[in-house]
């Protein structure tokens, strides 16, 4: 069975400041690793995804996240915040091997951007 | 724009009144999720369709139900709605089952019971 932490389930930066939003996972067999985005009453939209390529991945709206075996930790990073950013974030495991819809959601991280 | 589409955005229903709700996409991806989400948790799947061949998940209660008529459609029921079936509906599809590929959702639709 795999396992997805995302520790804090708030975070707040302010505009203009690095965001670090943190997953943690666990899995038996190697994975592959999602991190989504949802606005306000809206679905969940791919931010950017993890095949076991290269381990830094570069997605959409200026985010990037870091695959760390060692650490079991796929991490999610912006140099700059901007105000658009503000979202829930979700970190998502599928084990290698397993159905796509068998995938396991973080429960989520709330981020607030102050101006 | 190919998409995923959701009807409707809103739904109000009485306690046990059936509702359905509904789900079209443009990808012509062959797999399709339904989701439920409560407030500021993770969604949880429901059941999904790999073309005409259903899953349901073990712990769906067996008052949700699921049609695909065509490729493009699919059809959430609620028999009989109770309070703690609030919450949003997202429709959810990928273009395969492999582990690789990744979900588009849809907007969602936010079921209200009173």
């Known amino acids: 069975a795999q396992s997805v932490t995302q520790l804090g389930s708030h975070v707040s930066v302010s505009e203009g400041a690095l965001v670090l939003l943190r997953c943690n996972y666990s899995s038996s067999v190697p994975p592959y690793l999602f991190w989504y985005v949802q606005y306000p009453n809206q679905g969940l939209q791919l931010l950017l995804k993890?095949?076991?390529?290269?381990?830094l991945v570069k997605g959409i709206n200026g985010f990037e996240a870091e695959f760390k075996k060692s650490e079991t930790s796929f991490h999610l990073t912006k140099p700059s915040a901007h105000m658009s950013d503000a979202a829930e974030y979700f970190c998502?495991?599928?084990?290698?091997?397993?159905?796509?819809?068998?995938?396991?959601f973080g429960d989520g991280t709330t981020l607030t951007v102050k101006p | 724009d190919a998409m995923v589409i959701q009807n409707p955005r809103y739904q109000v229903t009485q306690f046990g009144k059936p509702v359905t709700l509904s789900c079209s996409q443009t990808l012509n991806h062959n797999v399709m999720y339904w989701y439920q989400q409560k407030s500021s948790q993770a969604p949880k799947l429901l059941f999904h369709y790999y073309d005409k061949d259903f899953n349901n998940e073990a712990d769906t209660p067996d008052n949700f139900q699921s049609r695909r008529p065509n490729t493009s459609f699919c059809f959430l029921d609620i028999r009989s709605p109770g309070l703690g079936d609030a919450a949003m509906y997202l429709c959810a599809t990928s273009r395969g089952r492999g582990s690789s590929y990744e979900q588009y959702f849809g907007p969602g639709t936010r079921l209200t019971v009173t």
């Open positions: 993890y095949t076991s390529a290269a381990t």
């Open positions: 998502a495991v599928t084990p290698m091997g397993t159905n796509a819809g068998k995938s396991t």
